[in-house]
Antibody, heavy 118, light 107 residues
Framework: QITLKESGPTLVKPTQTLTLTCTFS??????????VGWIRQSPGKALEWLTH???????RYSPSLRSRLTITKDTSKNQVVLTMTNMDPVDTATYYC??????????WGQGTLVAVSS | DIQMTQSPSTLSASVGDRVTITCRAS??????LAWYQQKPGKAPQLLIY???TLKDGVPSRFSGSGSGTEFTLTISSLQPDDFATYYC?????????FGQGTKLEIK
């Protein structure tokens, strides 16, 4: 059974760096073809793909956020970490991590709401 | 970036109705298209991938079709559990992009 769970702060101040951790079970990020991605959803808005990382450490980023995002994996801990620098109130959203089989997000975490406010 | 446009944005229907949601891509995505269902306060759930392949466990009343730039999600007979928001997503090229969503409401 594949499960994922996001953890991190619920409130950050403008200009701060956000660090979110996705802890998963039921699969290994050392298995060929497997990846983990991050997707966010601003309140009442559509889904926005941010980044993902594959078993072979192949990483992809949204071009509009590329300069602010970093994704890393710790295979031994079954974790993927997302960092986003220079947070702004427009980054207020629910952040999801999801299991990725090439291209599609077939299992999702419950999401974590992050508010950006001073 | 490939823009994904869904229509309609909102759809009112009744239990038992057959409904169709359309997703159009600004350029060809071949068959690299997925559909998701999202209920309020919950994470999206994958329904269909590669335009027409149902994920294991998804009821057969859901079906997907299309290729290139035009795709449809059809629910053959609406059930109460189906009232939700539906999103399409292309994974033909980076950045992956989602449609704006179609909210399926009870008439």
């Amino acid at each position: 059974q594949i499960t994922l769970k996001e953890s991190g702060p619920t409130l950050v101040k403008p200009t701060q760096t956000l660090t979110l951790t996705c802890t998963f079970s039921g699969f290994s990020l050392s298995t060929s073809g497997v990846g983990v991605g991050w997707i966010r959803q601003s309140p009442g808005k559509a889904l926005e793909w941010l980044t993902h990382i594959y078993w072979n450490d192949d990483k992809r980023y949204s071009p509009s956020l590329r300069s602010r995002l970093t994704i890393t994996k710790d295979t031994s801990k079954n974790q993927v970490v997302l960092t986003m620098t220079n947070m702004d109130p427009v980054d207020t959203a629910t952040y999801y991590c999801a299991h990725l089989t090439p291209g599609t997000f077939d299992y999702w975490g419950q999401g974590t709401l992050v508010a950006v406010s001073s | 970036d490939i823009q994904m446009t869904q229509s309609p944005s909102t759809l009112s229907a009744s239990v038992g109705d057959r409904v169709t949601i359309t997703c159009r891509a600004s350029q060809s995505v071949s068959s690299w298209l997925a559909w998701y269902q999202q209920k309020p306060g919950k994470a999206p759930q994958l329904l269909i991938y590669q335009a027409s392949t149902l994920k294991d466990g998804v009821p057969s009343r859901f079906s997907g079709s299309g290729s290139g730039t035009e795709f449809t999600l059809t629910i053959s007979s609406l059930q109460p559990d189906d009232f939700a928001t539906y999103y399409c997503q292309q994974y033909n090229s980076y950045p992956y992009t989602f449609g704006q969503g179609t909210k399926l409401e009870i008439k």
